[in-house]
């Protein structure tokens, strides 16, 4: 519970959002799905400049969860509350993917057309 909190925390731009995360989370989980969550790719490379690449994603660490399916080994940072209690209390939802809006936001969807769609929307507009 404690990792899972770590990485809800360290994706979440609000507390709003941490229950929506946590679901999209929970349902990879529950289908056997990789996580692919960018912060703890960041978390197991020793000199991140600030600057995610596709080098980054195929690493290899124990923390990489674009190459290792389920939890990493460890928590990534100290969750606070509103992590902890959306670890424990996802948001009923199907979705199984999520965006950043560049906003703070997030955009959660059930499909990954849906998702691609996001990610065109607002990924590759910067």
């Known amino acids: 519970m404690l990792t899972l909190a770590s990485i809800i925390q ?18 990879r989980l529950k289908r056997g799905i990789a996580l692919q969550a960018d912060p703890t ?22 923390y990489n969860t674009y190459r290792k399916r389920g939890l990493p080994p460890g928590p990534i940072a100290s969750p606070g509350a509103f992590a902890l209690h959306a670890a424990a209390t996802p ?14 936001t997030h955009e959660f969807n059930a499909t990954l057309k849906e998702h691609n769609r996001a990610v065109r929307r607002y990924q590759l507009k910067r």
Do not use: Q
């Open 10 to 27: 360290k994706e979440a731009g609000n507390v709003m959002e941490m229950p929506l995360i946590s679901a999209v989370f929970h349902n």
């Open 41 to 62: 790719v960041i978390y197991g490379i020793k000199d991140f400049d600030g600057n995610l690449t596709r080098k980054h994603l195929e690493t290899p660490t124990p």
């Open 91 to 104: 948001a009923k939802t199907k979705d199984l993917y999520f965006v950043a809006r560049g906003d703070g």
